[in-house]
């Protein structure tokens, strides 16, 4: 099975950035492709930003132009820059893979940010 592993949420005021990290078990390469979802308390899980192995992006609506997704083939690593923060990016940030029929999740790991 894949294992994933976030890191890098925290506190951060509003207007600030943060990076979330997640890394994998294995080859970003063998991946359908990666992302990161948020779920707020009470709403429900939502994209973030995708990336497939080939390169391409997407992004949610409320994050386009503010949030960057990013792969690092070597550390087998998949980055989320996060600038301009806002209150309504809190959440808890999630590592996703897909690979062949298979999803993969992460632990998740905690975005506050304050106003």
């Known amino acids: 099975q894949v294992r994933l592993v976030e890191s890098g949420g925290g506190l951060v005021q509003a207007g600030g950035s943060l990076r979330l990290s997640c890394a994998a078990s294995?080859?970003?390469?063998?991946?359908?492709?990666m992302g990161w979802y948020r779920q707020a308390p009470g709403k429900q899980r939502d994209v973030v930003a995708t990336?497939?192995?080939?390169?391409?992006?997407n992004y949610g609506d409320s994050v386009k132009g503010r949030f960057t997704i990013s792969r690092d083939n070597a550390k087998n690593t998949v980055y989320l820059q996060m600038n301009s923060l806002k209150p309504e990016d809190t959440a808890v940030y999630y590592c996703?893979?897909?690979?062949?029929?298979?999803?993969?999740w992460g632990q998740g790991t905690q975005v506050t940010v304050s106003s």
């Open positions: 294995e080859s970003v390469f063998r991946f359908n492709g």
């Open positions: 996703n893979v897909l690979k062949g029929l298979n999803v993969y």
């Open positions: 990336i497939t192995t080939g390169g391409s992006t």
